[in-house]
T-cell receptor
Framework: NAGVMQNPRHLVRRRGQEARLRCSPM?????VYWYRQLPEEGLKFMVY????????ESGMPKERFSAEFPKEGPSILRIQQVVRGDSAAYFC??????????????FGDGTRLSIL | DQQVKQNSPSLSVQEGRISILNCDYT??????FLWYKKYPAEGPTFLIS?????DKNEDGRFTVFLNKSAKHLSLHIVPSQPGDSAVYFC????????????FGEGTQLTVNP
């Protein structure tokens, strides 16, 4: 999975704290996607961003979660006031163009978020 | 609403034999399908894809078959190798779902030496 870089790989937070997850897409990719995987489940779409724009956030919880992909720097998934149910693996993927052009998304190794 | 389903949580095969992983979908608007392989503590790795205008796509030991009328796709791995042991996810996307991928729950493949 070299190419899409996520950090940190592991993040531990106490309930009520903030979690910030970072994702740098593959070189040349301008489309970023965030997915969440709960234990024993498949990946669930959260949000799709292009530089400086949120294109589709239909999978994002309505409260406490936000995402950005600034003109410079990595994409950030931010979770405010974390709760135990936020414990999961969060994966970022990138593609050079949208899925309309049938381009596969390539994934990073994820951030494992644990809430104490 | 589980639009992509992998009904077999696990599959065990002997090295050298064929592995067949299955996936069913319900959304008739899906038109692009992918298979990913995932090792523990790593992200999914893209294996092979197929668009709805085809019914078969082959890449080395991996072949994906698509049956649109049955809304069913399968991944064949032949010959299977111990290094193929991993969780396999099928995923789908289409015009109405935008660019997001909808994943199945995964199938744990174990290839025994």
């Amino acid at each position: 999975n070299a190419g899409v870089m996520q950090n940190p790989r592991h993040l531990v937070r106490r309930r009520g704290q903030e979690a910030r997850l970072r994702c740098s897409p593959m070189k040349g990719h301008s489309h970023v996607y965030w997915y969440r995987q709960l234990p024993e489940e498949g990946l669930k779409f959260m949000v799709y961003l292009q530089k400086e724009n949120i294109i589709d956030e239909s999978g994002m919880p309505k409260e406490r979660f936000s995402a950005e992909f600034p003109k410079e720097g990595p994409s950030i998934l931010r979770i405010q006031q974390v709760v135990r149910g936020d414990s999961a693996a969060y994966f970022c993927a990138s593609s050079p163009r949208t899925a309309y052009s049938n381009q596969p998304q390539h994934f990073g190794d994820g951030t494992r978020l644990s809430i104490l | 609403d589980q639009q992509v389903k992998q009904n077999s949580p696990s599959l065990s095969v002997q090295e050298g034999r064929i592995s067949i992983l299955n996936c069913d979908y319900t959304n008739s608007m899906f038109d692009y399908f992918l298979w990913y392989k995932k090792y523990p503590a790593e992200g999914p790795t893209f294996l092979i894809s197929i668009s709805s205008i085809k019914d078969k796509n082959e890449d080395g030991r991996f072949t994906v078959f698509l049956n649109k009328s049955a809304k069913h796709l399968s991944l064949h791995i032949v010959p299977s190798q111990p290094g193929d042991s991993a969780v396999y996810f099928c995923a789908a996307s289409g015009e109405t779902s935008g660019s997001r991928l909808t994943f199945g729950e995964g199938t744990q493949l174990t290839v025994n030496p």
